[in-house]
């Protein structure tokens, strides 16, 4: 049975550790309203499959950090990405949502109970968060996020994951690759793709970061490299969340990234059928983030 996958979109990285004394402070509230951002369908990626229609307001985000307007983080920080041998691994402070410094102990979006020991070394401290791609709508250029890990094949994610329209309002798409490459899985060390995604939106000097949760919208992730990925859309308004500098109207977006969260390893498990995920999908308004165990 296939499972689902979600993802839809957050932001670019730093690799190398923050300073401690670095901190967001947050502007104004993100408010996670249907408004904001929010998933309207699903489809397989088999030519012909059908979109699953969400009503209104049924798949919001889980979470948000509020509006930020730093610039000693974003946007020169956010945007620096390390060429290493082991780089974009989601591992402890080494880019910008895994920052202990800048999002609590534990990274953004993440709890205790959710690091991972991703570098193999028995120690649970990694929030696990990997740099996709960044699309800047004022250049049309697209940025895509390549993985690194010693002793693999590097693993660039393609271009045109995300795709957005519209200037303070409008639709986006998320466009996975069909199937689960079996070069990022064994970079990853996983069997399955990712379990949560975060997108940035950037607008002015204002950013805002907001997250979804598999586990919130009722699907698992799809196990791996033979389960087919699907496609989200949905639709975006920034309007009353980036403000211009004089805080009082909207701000044009300019660029949006999308962060998507490295799991564990995981045994295959049977799923519900995309129909009934829709149905189950009703009751999802309001929900906030819950953790994976």
């Known amino acids: 049975m296939n499972k689902l996958v979600l993802t839809s979109l957050a932001m670019a990285a730093v690799v190398g550790s923050f300073n401690a004394q670095a901190t967001l402070t947050s502007i104004r509230n993100c408010e996670v309203t249907p408004a904001a951002i929010q998933i309207t369908s699903i ?3 088999s ?10 307001g049924t798949a919001v985000p889980s979470d948000c950090l509020g509006v930020y307007n730093d610039k000693t983080v974003y946007p020169s920080g956010v945007y620096s ?14 880019s910008f949502l895994n920052s202990t410094s800048l999002f609590g102990p534990y990274g953004a979006f993440v709890d205790q109970s959710d ?14 968060w990997i740099f996709v791609g960044k699309l800047d709508l004022d250049t049309g250029k697209y940025e895509s996020g390549t993985v690194k890990r010693a002793g693999y094949d590097s693993y660039t994610f393609e271009k045109g994951i995300i795709d957005i329209t519209g200037v303070t309002s ?18 990853l060390g996983a069997n399955k793709f990712f379990d949560q995604a975060a997108v940035i939106f950037k607008g002015g000097n204002d950013y805002a970061i907001y997250n979804f949760s598999l586990k919130d919208l009722l699907l698992d992730p799809v196990v791996g490299t033979d389960d087919e990925n699907y496609m989200f859309s949905g639709t975006w308004d920034m309007s009353k969340v980036l403000k211009t500098p004089n805080g009082k109207n909207p ?8 962060w998507l969260r490295d799991p ?6 049977q799923v519900p059928e995309p129909a009934t995920v829709a149905i189950l999908g009703l009751g999802l308004l309001g929900l906030r983030l819950r953790r994976k165990h």
């Open 115 to 128: 690091l991972q020991d991703l570098k193999d070394e028995g120690v649970f401290v990694d929030p696990g």
């Open 43 to 45: 489809q397989k990626q």
């Open 81 to 94: 990405f390390g060429s290493g041998a082991n780089s974009n691994l989601g591992w402890k402070d080494t």
């Open 264 to 269: 564990s390893f995981v045994t295959q498990v």
């Open 47 to 56: 030519a012909g499959s059908t979109p699953i229609l969400l009503p209104s």
């Open 170 to 187: 409008g639709t986006w798409t998320y466009t996975p690759p069909k199937y689960n490459p079996q070069t990022l899985m064994d970079i």
């Open 251 to 258: 701000a044009g977006l300019s660029h949006v990234s999308l």
